[in-house]
């Protein structure tokens, strides 16, 4: 309402222009089309300078880690090339988008990034919009729509290629349909809700432990009612049911189309349940991505583990394992756990939030931490919380949609990125909640005042407080670089990739997966020597990296010492004995060196390990002799 008066004041001061301004103003704050275009263009250009200013680093155009291999999927399944035996590994709705976008505008960064930026900009709509379906009074659209709009790691997030962005918009649509539906049953909304939820299953599938309770939430209006008719909600529950299957169908040909066999989940959900739940979580959480998890994906084929689903129930029951024998260690992680889905701080897993702020000054003003306190979930949890207890009828079904999500999330591991879907729905809470204080503080009601600010810095406190997470005490700065250099030479971008790997060493001279790289470098200028002092380096630095003792097994074939070659082989093989392309170039060593027969037993190993292996049917199907190169 001061907004009007303010507008009023400048009506009568300006008659000439202000009564146009004035009208025109009380038609945007009113009108809820008006509204909702405002914010979500609003939203859309924050993004899109956001992702002018991330532009002009390398990282933008290099996706890492996981955003990168989405990237590659994509790419594939829009050339075209199956089987593609990896769509499983991930929840492949989000690829398979990817891969129809580039289909129709090439493998643009941009397009993949100008996609998921509207994507944000909707979800901050549909924020708003669930504001006011809660409460509805027109200041709460305008409050969530610009929380959401200028919320600093959903800002983040939507520029970058991963599907939390799809996951938020989905969690956010189903709360909206089913506050709207528990108002006003329609099989239309009972269709959307289900329509949303199949999609969910292949978007982020913890993301159902959220909409479940929506859908409960939305029937229980039927349950309420004095002399309940089954007729209309069993209609509506066939219209749901109706608008899963239409959604997962397509998704279910997707994976069979790609993959050869039918199945709803990914194949990593059993490695995640295990780095979260074993008897040493803060070892196998802070597991790095390079050779390491590299290790341990290759685990489950030394124990006779051949297909997807065989690795799957593997990692299941080392980790059920490992939850039976240490109990003690189980509830204490799980304990560690909530409190890092509620930490106000945005925890690394892969990449370091933070890091981004270097990139970026809308990022700098947005996402920030002070010691142990997090901006903004650290304001934004009190809101949130004071908006539940305002309007709690309501408000339940987004809380036990919050809910929901964090029990899936805490069953398995939790991090900052991960909480990326209900973020929208703790920001429709703590519009609420400021509505709620600021009624308060008008009315003079200084008591609740005063219990609301306890509130905010209680939470605000109690979700700060503790020393920092096993995941925050990694040095994030000099694995971003060395995972860059990682991906420009993947990209053979060699220039870039030998800069951040020297920057990656400056930050941390200790980083041995970067001295290989730097090694691996100094084999494409040839400079043998160098590299040969590179890989010793990582190896002493780190002894149990095996890609380190294979390649200077690889620069000791070269100087044409065999034995010493074939004994940092089977140094290297010791560490990783999964790791098939060694048993190869040992076997090629070894009949060089005319040890034929212990050069096929290599390659009966590496049978062993991965039954049908190309490269070791073809050598004992014909057995390279001494005299002649091997054929890669």
Request: overall charge positive; some cysteine.
């Amino acid at each position: 309402m001061n907004l009007f008066h303010t507008m009023e004041k400048c009506s009568a001061r300006f008659p000439r222009h202000g009564k146009k301004i004035s009208t025109l103003w009380k038609t945007v704050w009113s009108s809820p089309a008006a509204v909702y275009l405002a914010i979500g263009l609003i939203a859309w250009i924050v993004r899109a300078l956001y992702l002018l200013e991330t532009s002009r680093h390398p990282s933008f155009h290099l996706p890492l880690v996981d955003a990168g291999e989405y990237h590659a999927l994509a790419r594939a399944w829009a050339e075209g090339r199956l089987p593609l035996p990896k769509l499983s590994w991930q929840p492949w709705f989000y690829p398979v988008t990817l891969g129809r976008l580039y289909a129709l505008a090439g493998a643009s960064v941009w397009a993949a990034k100008l996609l998921q930026i509207t994507i944000g900009a909707l979800t901050c709509v549909l924020t708003a919009a669930l504001a006011f379906a809660g409460w509805p009074r027109p200041a709460s659209r305008w409050i969530a729509g610009l929380a959401a709009a200028f919320c600093g790691p959903l800002i983040h997030f939507d520029g970058e290629l991963l599907a939390e962005p799809w996951a938020a918009l989905g969690l956010t649509a189903a709360a909206l349909a089913a506050i709207r539906y528990r108002q006003r049953p329609r099989d239309l909304l009972a269709l959307a809700l289900g329509v949303i939820g199949g999609l969910l299953l292949f978007i982020r599938p913890p993301a159902l432990a959220g909409w479940l309770p929506l859908g409960v939430f939305a029937g229980w209006t039927w349950i309420r009612r004095p002399r309940p008719s089954l007729r209309i909600p069993a209609l509506h529950l066939a219209w749901a049911a109706v608008g899963f299957a239409l959604a997962a169908i397509p998704f279910v040909h997707a994976i069979r189309q790609a993959t050869g066999t039918v199945r709803l989940l990914p194949s990593s959900g059993g490695i995640n349940f295990y780095i979260g739940n074993s008897a040493r979580p803060c070892e196998t959480l802070n597991i790095r991505p390079g050779h390491a998890w590299e290790n341990l994906t290759l685990w489950p084929e030394q124990h006779g583990a051949r297909t997807e689903d065989q690795k799957d129930a593997f990692y299941r029951r080392q980790a059920l394992r490992d939850i039976r024998s240490h109990p003690g260690v189980f509830v204490r992680n799980l304990a560690s756990k909530t409190r890092q889905f509620f930490c106000s701080r945005e925890l690394p897993r892969n990449l370091d939030l933070y890091l981004y702020r270097d990139q970026s000054r809308i990022l700098r003003a947005l996402v920030w931490k002070i010691r142990g306190f997090g901006f903004p979930f650290g304001v934004l949890i009190g809101l949130a919380a004071i908006g539940l207890w305002t309007r709690k009828p309501t408000a339940a079904g987004p809380a036990l949609a919050i809910a929901g999500y964090a029990a899936a999330l805490i069953a398995i591991h939790v991090c900052g990125r991960y909480r990326i879907p209900v973020l929208p729905l703790f920001i429709g809470l703590a519009a609420w909640g400021i509505l709620a204080a600021a009624d308060a503080l008008k009315a003079r009601r200084f008591r609740v005042v005063c219990l609301h600010a306890a509130v905010l810095i209680g939470l605000g406190a109690a979700t700060s407080f503790g020393s920092p997470f096993c995941s925050e005490i990694l040095n994030y700065r000099a694995e971003f670089l060395r995972l860059l250099a990682t991906t420009a030479y993947d990209q053979r971008l060699f220039a870039l990739a030998e800069s951040c790997t020297r920057q990656a060493l400056a930050e941390n001279p200790r980083e041995a997966q970067a001295w290989n790289q730097l090694g691996l470098l100094a084999i494409r200028r040839a400079a043998p020597a160098e590299a040969e002092d590179h890989f010793r380096l990582a190896a002493d630095i780190d002894p149990s990296f095996a890609h380190a003792w294979f390649n200077l097994g690889k620069a000791a074939a070269r100087r044409g010492e065999a034995e010493t070659a074939v004994e940092r082989f089977r140094e290297g093989l010791r560490l990783s004995p999964a790791y098939l392309p060694a048993w190869i170039e040992l076997g090629d060593l070894l009949l060089q060196a005319g040890r034929t027969a212990e050069g096929l037993d290599c390659y009966r190993e590496a049978l062993r390990l991965r039954p049908g292996f190309p490269p070791a049917v073809r050598r004992l199907a014909a057995p390279p002799s001494p005299s002649r190169p091997v054929s890669r």
